[in-house]
């Protein structure tokens, strides 16, 4: 996904209202969000459904990988030799 262009990608509500069909196509095909205004105000972003999703797995990844170093700082982590073994015997190749 790109980033927002603020001279192309903030519309108003009324605008978008006028040109949802157009405005979805355009964020289809460039991946690029829109920011909605309302009021003169940002008010809600529209993304692709794609690009939404791998924002989803992007941050599910990095909570992971968060999770994981706190469990290594903590010491419940697994020896390397360990878990290869441990893995290893799991798929019968022990």
Do not use: C, W
């Not at 927002?4 to 009324?14: E, T």
């Not at 009021?39 to 990988?65: M, N, P, R, W």
């Amino acid at each position: 996904m790109k980033r927002v262009q603020l001279d192309k990608d903030i519309q108003p509500l009324s605008e978008f209202r006028a040109n949802a069909a157009s405005m979805i196509e355009k964020i289809k095909t460039e991946h690029r969000p829109l920011v909605i205004t309302q009021h003169g105000k940002s008010s809600a972003v529209l993304l692709d459904v794609g690009d939404y999703e791998q924002i989803i797995d992007t941050i599910e990844l990095l909570q992971e990988i968060n999770q994981a170093r706190q469990e290594i700082e903590d010491g419940k982590g697994t020896e390397h030799e360990e878990f290869m073994s441990l893995l290893k015997k799991r798929l019968g190749k022990a």
